[in-house]
């Protein structure tokens, strides 16, 4: 069973900075895709940023340049670097992994993977 556990939130200062973490159990880590979403009050869930098992990594226009993910197959965590944070980052946060299913890559439809708890990114101005 796949088990993901977020650290690393917290409130900060509009320009600041704060780094995420998951920790990853229950799966062969180095095979999932993986990645982040965020959800603030009143709005959807928005993909953040993915890494496919081959390193391969996106971003939301909205953080690209400010956003990092990065992962340790040797430790099973998944980062999220965020820099020159803005209140609009203020969210919810969750780590999230899939596996390959059928003929369909592992970050094909990755919501429908498996959820952390989140943790609460506050960003004020």
């Known amino acids: 069973q796949v088990q993901l556990v977020e650290s690393g939130g917290g409130s900060v200062q509009a320009g600041g900075s704060l780094r995420l973490s998951c920790a990853a159990d229950g799966y062969t880590f180095s095979r999932y895709c993986m990645g982040w979403y965020r959800q603030a009050p009143g709005k959807e869930r928005e993909e953040v940023a993915v890494m496919a098992s081959n390193g391969r990594t996106t971003y939301a226009d909205s953080v690209k340049g400010r956003f990092t993910i990065s992962k340790d197959n040797t430790k099973n965590t998944l980062d999220l670097q965020m820099s020159s944070l803005k209140p609009e980052d203020s969210a919810m946060y969750f780590c999230?992994?899939?596996?390959?299913?059928?003929?369909?890559?592992?970050?094909?439809?990755?919501?429908?993977?498996?959820w952390g708890q989140g943790t609460q990114v506050t960003v004020s101005s």
């Open positions: 999230v992994a899939k596996g390959k299913t059928g003929t369909k890559t592992a970050c094909y439809a990755l919501r429908n993977g498996s």
